[in-house]
Nanobody, 114 residues
Framework: VQLQASGGGSVQAGESLRLSCAAS????????MGWYRQAPGKQRESVAG???????NYADSVKGRFTISRDDAKNTVYLQMNSLKPEDTAAYYC?????????WGQGTQVTVSS
């Protein structure tokens, strides 16, 4: 199983980014998937999750700003991030949710400047 996150970048506070997570093989169907992030010096945390029926869950810090979605036909999970804040700066990863596997891939860096 390989999960490749992409779409990160450097933006100003208030701007938006859309992250994508492409999965190898048809592993997304009926599997709950999530986005996680890890800032320098901090533990990795769950940001958002979506189950096979489309039910979503968000960390309090991103509620109302981030939206997770999935397209099982494309084997891809997305994270739309609006109204970005400097505290959103981190490396973002996708993985199974809420119990991720030990394989995290390279992630994609999001840097938000004030």
């Amino acid at each position: 199983v390989q999960l490749q996150a992409s779409g990160g970048g450097s933006v100003q506070a208030g701007e938006s980014l859309r992250l994508s997570c492409a999965a190898s093989g048809r592993i997304l169907s009926r599997n709950a998937m999530g986005w996680y992030r890890q800032a320098p010096g901090k533990q990795r945390e769950s940001v958002a999750g979506i189950n096979g029926w489309g039910t979503t869950n968000y960390a309090d810090s991103v509620k109302g700003r981030f939206t997770i979605s999935r397209d099982d036909a494309k084997n891809t999970v997305y994270l739309q991030m609006n109204s970005l804040k400097p505290e959103d700066t981190a490396a973002y990863y996708c993985n199974f949710w809420p119990k991720p596997t030990g394989y995290w891939g390279q992630g994609t860096q999001v840097t938000v400047s004030s």
